[in-house]
Every structure is written in structure tokens, then in C-alpha cells.
């Protein structure tokens, strides 16, 4: 594994915790109580909230902002200008029109397992779970879960395929069977659920 580098325009507060291998490029903030598990790569300008934990092996492209308490399962890929949001009901002011203050409203966290990827500029809001191995189309506004190795585009994102590890598009076989052309792995469909053969 290689050595852990953090550039020295790099934010990442002494309560963080940064696990071996990883790479903070310039400019990027790592708040306090966040956790990088090994190998994670955060970009350039990239922000992770307090508290955030991030699995093993990454990877957070330039300008991502992650907000608490998002939690990151193993080989995630965050692209260029991701948002994860944590505020489905956003306010500056209460309803008297008085500045809110943290004690006002609560956080409520993204879950994205591992293997799944959010393509550059994606919006996710707060709540939202991304299965295991889905794809994110660039740009895709993320309203609801998101299944496993689903593949969703657009706002607010649709389901329009099946990608497998890959990330490739699955080919329909019929029957229910799918398979990647690039490794000839083979998926079945249950009842809108997929699942590894």
C-alpha cells in the first residue's frame, strides 16, 4: 500500500481519523470525528463532513461535498461535484423568520454501499440509501433508494438498466438472466431485485 499523503493546503483536523494509504489532495477539508478507512482518495476541494465514515479504497473527485452524517461503504466512487445532502426540509430562518440555530433540525444521512458510483454533478437527498454496485448517471438528481447494480439517470432519477461490478450495462438474456459483456458475469432478476449467479 502506498504511503498516506496529505497536501499541505489540505484542511483535515487533528480528530479525524485517516487510516493508511490515503491521498487528501490540495484544498480539500476533512472535519472533525471523520473517518477514511485505507487506500480512500479525496480530491481537490472536495469537503467531508463531521462525523462522515468513508469505507476502504474510495474515491472523492474534486469539489465533492459530503454532508453529515453520510455513511460510505467500501470502493464507492464519488464524482466531480457530488452533493450529498443531509436537510430534506432546508431553512435558514424558523417559520417566525429567526436565524436557526444547529439545535433546530436534525441531520438525516445518505447510505452508499459498496461498489456503488455517482456520476459527476449527481444531487442526492438526504435520506436516500444507493445499493450496493449502482450507478448514478451524471447530473442524476436522486429522490428514492436507489437498488442494487440499478442503474438510474436523470431528475429525478429513473431506473433504466442493470449494470453489474463492472459497472458496465447488463444485456437482457431473457428469462430474467443478465449478463455483463465485458466479464461474462451472470445476474438474475427476482422480482425487481438483482442478484449474482
Known amino acids: 500500500m502506498p504511503p498516506t499523503m496529505i497536501a499541505e493546503s489540505a484542511d483535515v483536523d487533528p480528530r479525524a481519523q485517516v487510516a493508511d494509504g490515503c491521498?487528501?489532495?490540495?484544498l480539500a477539508q476533512i472535519r472533525e470525528g471523520a473517518s477514511l478507512g485505507e487506500g480512500c482518495i479525496i480530491g481537490r476541494s472536495a469537503y467531508i463532513d463531521a462525523g462522515v465514515r468513508l469505507g476502504r479504497n474510495c474515491k472523492v473527485q474534486n469539489l465533492a461535498l459530503v454532508y453529515a452524517p453520510a455513511v460510505i461503504g467500501d470502493g464507492v466512487?464519488?464524482?466531480?461535484?457530488?452533493?450529498?445532502?443531509?436537510?430534506r426540509n432546508p431553512r435558514a430562518v424558523d417559520p417566525g423568520g429567526q436565524r436557526k440555530s444547529a439545535s433546530d433540525w436534525a441531520a438525516t444521512g445518505i447510505t452508499v454501499l459498496e461498489g456503488a458510483a455517482l456520476g459527476a454533478r449527481a444531487v442526492v437527498v438526504a435520506g436516500v440509501e444507493i445499493g450496493a454496485w449502482a450507478l448514478v448517471g451524471a447530473g442524476s438528481v436522486v429522490t428514492r433508494d436507489v437498488p442494487a447494480y440499478a442503474l438510474v439517470v436523470g431528475n429525478p432519477a429513473r431506473q433504466v438498466g442493470w449494470v453489474g461490478r463492472a459497472g458496465v450495462r447488463l444485456q437482457d438474456e431473457g428469462g430474467g438472466l443478465w449478463v455483463c459483456p465485458l466479464t461474462g458475469a451472470a445476474y438474475q432478476e427476482l422480482e425487481g431485485t438483482l442478484v449474482e449467479r
Open 23 to 26: 491521498s487528501v489532495w490540495d
Open 77 to 87: 466512487f464519488i464524482g466531480p461535484a457530488v452533493v450529498l445532502t443531509n436537510d
